[in-house]
């Protein structure tokens, strides 16, 4: 099995190993250019030798692995052979087999799912423990004996405290979660995960798993993860990069849309109607509707001839391109080349010869009637008609879709001038990008990973769809934690809207990095949401919940934080979004510097985060703030991984109050 000091030195082997691979790697990019055999392939290939080079290069440094098999006499493929297992594959000395398998080798699935029950041929599971880069501990699980438990590293692995960015989870997989990062490349899956569950670490543990066994088919369409917010997406960057993924896009839906600048804003009953379903129907009216029926013919000069492409016939290519359901843009494409290819028959019965020049200054001759017909045309324009209201002849693209009430939300008040002087909302965005998906598709991605989906809007469901038309989901949310007006009440509704609608719905229920004592607390408003999820079980008994009266929120708050700093971890000081400059403003006057340890966060920026120690100040605020109040106060109280304290000097909601709240 190997002795601590065996395995220290088995640690330098490896760092050897990785420093040969950096080594090979910057020869081979010297050498490349002239080992391909034509332009192509050697720009091709230097692309490849050159991404190898700079991503062994870039290797955060860390432990080079975190786990350990040995295989027992009666494995029939593995049989007496022990394996390291890592983040990355470290190649052995002289083509020999590696010193350390990657956590998405086929073997080393059985690290996570191998048990007493199930040994998978494993006799001996070895956990290491790390202070740094340094290995300090190991401990065995002895599978060939039924022994079976995680022990003291994997427990302190999981409760380790929060500073800095989101850490992987390759050591602590459980067997629910392996299983959904290993699902195929062409399923699509929903994850429901409780707070503190690692549905977000699932997910992009599924993306690094995915482009380690089909990364041919994903470097065409590549792979996409949507976050809510920046905050987010600043969290858990670090967390493919360690995993040797950094071609990965990670953005908002928000970055993703943008074409036009946000300097609007919508009210409530407005932001409603453009954000539902129905507005898809309106939109594609309003597209279509500049597409006119012919009613002369379309005719053009060729020298002594005039050529005709008559009123039935160019009906019949514009009913033809309806019909086929063609992006818009296309559809104009289509009827333009079988004009063209009308007056060319035409002419070559006529003996012309109809050579390229010819045919492109028919073309253009051509383009002015036909553009008449089937216009070209801008998502900003389509959009600037709807929103200005009906035409002066009284077509509506919004009438028999929309209510009375609903139409008059979504119509400008004062409609400016012009398409230019105009002023967007974020819901205008996410409209303007399902115009833009009817005149022409956008990019696909080869699989797609949502997080925090309960939160989208039938609209924006639409735009995920549409770039994963050809590709897969990952869907993570938390019905629980929908805080929008439009926020999911059912995971196959939702599921429907993003194009997949045969997609598995799977809840993960058991809270790794939420303790108990929070989780318990956070139950209590489950039947408040109103909403159909399990309550969450926590994998960890431990954690504390202070409920405390004070008369003055500030000063409540400070105190909470001066004490906070007496224990090891991250702060978070979560309030109603409102009152977070102000708390912000009295700590930094008490002396504290924001951030670093402490961060202070308006509840609506929360959603995702987590923190070893909170502060929830002022829940009845956070409770109020919103349609959806409860809702945000559940996520602000899930985000405490150690310790919770509760701060409020108005009366507590009715759902949160507890008996054995102190002062």
């Known amino acids: 099995m190997g002795t601590l ?20 790697a910057r020869d081979n990019v010297i050498v490349g250019e002239s080992v391909a055999g034509d ?19 870039e290797e955060p440094e860390g432990p080079p692995f975190f786990g350990r098999l040995d295989f027992g006499q009666d494995s029939a493929e593995h049989r007496g052979r022990a394996y390291h297992i890592g983040r990355r594959h470290i190649a052995g000395e002289h ?5 350390v398998v990657d956590w998405r080798a086929p073997v080393a699935r059985a690290f996570y799912r191998a048990g007493a029950r199930d040994p998978q041929g494993v006799a001996v599971r070895r956990r290491f423990g790390w202070s740094g880069t340094t290995l300090t501990s190991y401990e065995d699980e002895r599978l060939d004996q039924g022994e079976e438990g995680g022990g003291q590293l994997l427990a302190a692995e999981i409760e380790r405290p929060r500073v800095g960015p989101m850490r992987d989870i390759v050591a602590t997989i459980q067997p629910e979660q392996d299983d959904l990062v290993r699902a195929g490349l062409d399923v699509s899956v929903c994850v429901q995960g409780a707070p503190g569950t690692g549905k977000t670490a699932v997910g992009l543990h599924r993306a690094a798993y995915l ?3 089909h990364r041919r088919r994903l470097e065409r369409g590549g792979v996409l993860v949507l976050g809510p917010n920046r905050a987010f997406l600043g969290y858990i960057s670090a967390v493919l990069p360690a995993l040797g993924e950094v071609d990965v896009e990670q953005t908002t839906l928000e970055r993703l849309l943008a074409t036009v600048p946000v300097t609007a804003a919508d009210g409530e009953e407005a932001a409603a109607v453009k954000h539902d379903a129905r507005m898809a129907e309106v939109l594609r009216r309003a597209l279509y509707g500049r597409v006119r029926e012919p009613v002369e013919p379309v005719a053009v000069a060729d020298g002594s001839y005039r050529w005709r492409v008559q009123v039935d016939e160019l009906r019949r290519i514009v009913e033809d391109a309806r019909r086929a359901s063609l992006p818009y843009g296309v559809g104009r494409e289509r009827v333009h080349a079988r004009a063209l290819a009308a007056v060319r028959r035409q002419a070559e019965a006529r003996g012309v010869n109809a050579t390229a020049a ?29 929103l200005r209201g009906p035409a002066e002849d009284g077509a509506d693209p919004a009438r028999g879709v929309l209510t ?33 998906g009817l005149v022409e598709r956008p990019r696909g991605y080869g699989h797609v990973i949502v997080d925090e989906a309960q939160d989208l809007s039938p609209m924006e469901c639409r735009a995920v769809a549409r770039r994963s038309e050809h590709g897969s989901l990952t869907v993570l949310g938390d019905l629980a934690q929908g805080t929008t007006l439009w926020a999911a009440a059912s995971w196959p509704e939702r599921m429907a809207l993003l194009g997949k609608p045969g997609g598995e719905v799977v809840a993960l229920t058991t809270g790794f990095r939420v303790p108990g004592a929070v989780v318990e607390l956070a139950n209590g408003l489950l039947e408040a949401l109103e909403v159909d999820v399990p309550p969450t079980r926590s994998y960890r008994p431990d954690g504390r919940v202070r409920v405390s009266a004070v008369e003055e929120l500030g000063k409540g708050v400070v105190a909470a934080v001066r004490e906070a700093y007496g224990f090891e971890g991250s702060i978070g000081v979560i309030a109603a979004d409102p009152g977070a400059g102000e708390l912000a403003a009295a700590l930094r006057d008490e002396g504290f510097d924001l951030g670093g340890r402490l961060s202070v966060v308006g509840a609506s920026l ?28 559940y996520v602000a109280l899930t985000r405490a991984v150690s310790r919770l304290d509760v701060v409020h000097a108005r009366p507590l909601p009715p759902q949160l109050a507890r008996p054995d709240a102190t002062g």
């Open 404 to 436: 009375g009430a609903e139409r008059a939300a979504i119509t400008w008040a004062r409609p400016p001038r012009s398409v230019r002087s105009a002023r967007w909302t974020a819901a205008d965005v996410v409209l303007l990008d399902e115009i833009a």
């Open 95 to 99: 083509g020999g087999p590696p010193v």
């Open 358 to 386: 010819w045919t492109r200054k028919t073309a253009r001759a051509l383009a002015p009637a036909l553009d008449a017909l089937w216009p070209p045309v801008k998502p900003v324009e389509v959009l600037y008609e709807v």
């Open 211 to 213: 482009l380690y066994a």
């Open 606 to 633: 929360v959603k995702g985060l987590e923190y070893d120690h909170v502060v929830v100040a002022e829940p009845a605020a956070i409770a109020e703030g919103e349609r959806r109040g409860l809702n945000r106060l």
């Open 5 to 24: 000091d065996e395995e220290r030195a088995y640690v330098e082997r490896c760092r050897a190993g990785l420093r040969r691979m950096l080594e090979g």
């Open 39 to 57: 332009r192509y392939s050697a720009e091709r290939l230097g692309r490849h030798l050159k991404s190898l080079a700079k991503e062994l290069s």
